[in-house]
């Protein structure tokens, strides 16, 4: 079983829809939640963190987190093309440091 | 630095040949970590360094692998006798205090194996 999950993708939405991504991890003792965005060709950026169940606004978008049923997901509202990138969902670990990743969702929001 | 600088940016070399990546962290961030993307794929940890101590080098592939950091600074990843398999971006993060509140990645090193 992958330590961390997110839904295959891609995923298609069109321009000034909401795209949701969807991610769940095995360690349950985890406190500590991330959102990057990755554009094809460069490095990943950090959009969203979330340490607290329920969810958590920054402009467009939201990041939600249920530590009773080991999910995390991150809505973007009104997405535009430039949105367009494979999105990472991250976990630190309980036991050390390190941040461990899913495989990532493709998005595309198509104009 | 106001980023994570990573040099080279393109690495192609010869199977059998050592390369060496370099990383120099955003300055004041005492964690470093170095990931690998290959194609297509996730980012497959390779080690963490607190300082200049590397408290979890779990993720070396193998042997070929080391890498080092001086201080809080610099830090350099090594991979002897290249093979085919090791082609892939190398990124470099680096973080305050042990990541709690996330990190930032360079920019990354695609290496080429021929």
């Known amino acids: 079983q992958k330590e961390v999950e997110q839904n295959s993708g891609p995923l298609s939405v069109p321009e000034g829809a909401i795209a949701s991504l969807n991610c769940t991890y095995s360690?349950?003792?985890?406190?500590?939640f991330f959102w990057y965005r990755q554009y094809s060709g460069k490095s990943p950026e950090l959009i969203m963190s979330?340490?607290?169940?329920g969810d958590k606004e920054d402009g467009r978008f939201t990041a939600q987190l249920n530590k009773a049923s080991q999910y995390v997901s991150l809505l973007i509202r009104d997405s535009q093309p430039s949105d367009s990138a494979t999105y990472l969902c991250?976990?630190?670990?309980?036991?050390?440091?390190?941040?461990?990743f899913g495989e990532g969702t493709q998005l595309t929001v198509n104009p | 630095g106001a980023g994570v600088s990573q040099s080279p940016s393109n690495k192609v070399t010869e199977k059998g040949k050592d390369v060496e990546l370099r990383c120099d962290p955003i300055?004041?961030?005492?964690?470093l970590y170095w990931y690998r993307q290959r194609l297509g794929q996730g980012l497959e940890f390779l080690i963490y360094?607190?300082?200049?101590?590397?408290p979890d080098k779990s993720g070396l592939p193998s042997d070929r692998f080391s890498a080092e950091r001086t201080g809080e600074s610099v830090s350099t990843l090594t991979i002897q006798r290249t093979q085919q398999e090791d082609s892939a971006v190398y990124l470099c993060?680096?973080?305050w205090g042990q990541g709690a509140y996330g990190y930032t990645f360079g920019s990354g090193t695609r290496l080429t194996v021929v």
């Open positions: 993060a680096s973080s």
């Open positions: 360690d349950r003792g985890s406190q500590s």
């Open positions: 979330i340490y607290s169940n």
């Open positions: 991250a976990v630190r670990e309980t036991s050390g440091s390190r941040l461990t």
């Open positions: 300055s004041g961030h005492t964690a």
């Open positions: 360094f607190q300082g200049n101590s590397a």
